[in-house]
């Protein structure tokens, strides 16, 4: 018998009707011999209104005590999925994230899955039943609940796929699959039958939201195939896979773009005085996320360091260099707002060296000034006025047909 976990996301459980539907779908995989373990994500609202009457209490909750919280809310969702599903006349049982065997690092609120013990969810489905996992929790070694932040409960299906060696991870939501871009912003963006593990690892860490990075790096590393689909009837999906066509790996497959980016730039009176590795392990250490690089020394001109950040943390990272000022040596820092990044993502980029000409060409033709620039084997962004992030973006997408793809 198959063995197939099942990620459903808070969206498709938000209403008595969608949860019907979900409970019918799990019932007919059933039907057909497969051994099914299903990881549902948490009720938002009711995570939410814990939180709020915990934060009314204190501006400063202990995290041990908030993954508490969290971890109750996916418990709580969990719970009612199985009982919905017993409801239905499924056998169906509700294991939280300990008791299905997520063991993790002891880092509240942004845990690592360290190992995964599933012998009671091994035992449980071969008694015949539906295995409903809390997701998005563990336990770590002194024995206190933990939570996995973001994306953490599609990390814990795919951690339990890995462990239990099913045969793929099925994940839900209202979207049917991943697109060649987000349809809001691109209306004719298609959607890909088949997707590289890379490709989907660089679009969602360029801002596709369909699946977190960290999911999707753990099933490239056991090679785990993840289906990303909707409830909808007669719904493929998308397929992750690893590229097998080398041919595919010069397909330009997906736009990506993130908005509110902003633009810092440090100057020096001398070259000398400019220390990437300095300047950058300060903000590391503040835990600042600096995406865009680019270094000037010219001639007769002073050194320049420029790097893009997201607006969250924009207030801190001032902060952080004004207070390092003396020590890093720049004379100034400057900054621009109202930026967006254009990501252009596939497999092979560096194999075809007309992707980034074809690119710069046609956002000149649109008149759209390019303000930094970053490449890979699988990426191009640039930074463009976030006043043009639309049009940008359905510009590139018709420049590399990408209505017209096949994956």
Known sequence: MTTIVMKFGGSTLTTPSELKQVVEHIQQMKQQGHRLVIVP????????????????????????????????????????????????????????????????????????????APQKVERYLQEGKVVVVAGYQGIDEHGDITTLGDGGTETVAVALAVALEAARVELYSQVDGVYSADPLIVPHAKKLDELSYDAMLELAQLGARIIHPRAVELAKLYKMPIIVRSLQEGSTGTLLKEEKNVEQALLVQGIAYESDVIRLTVGY???????????????????????????????????????????EQFAECLEVLEHSKASLGFTFADFEVGLAKISVAGSGMMLNPGVAARIFDRLRKEEIEVKMVSTSEIKVSVIVPQDDMVRAANALHEEFNLTTLRA
């Open 41 to 116: 994500s948490s009720i938002k609202s009711m995570r939410n209104d814990v939180v709020n009457i915990a934060t009314s209490i204190t501006n400063t909750p202990a995290k041990r005590e908030l993954d508490v919280i969290d971890a109750s809310a996916t418990s709580i969702s969990s719970a009612l999925m199985s009982i919905a599903l017993q409801h239905a006349g499924i056998d169906a049982i509700q294991l939280t994230g300990w008791q299905a065997g997520i063991q993790t690092d002891a880092t509240h609120r942004v845990a690592r899955i360290a190992n995964v």
């Open 269 to 311: 009176e001398e070259s000398s005085y400019t220390s990437l590795a300095t300047i950058f392990t300060v903000l590391a250490e503040h835990q600042i996320n600096v995406d865009l690089i680019v270094q000037s020394v010219l001639s007769g001109m002073d050194p320049t360091v420029s790097f893009s950040i997201a607006k």
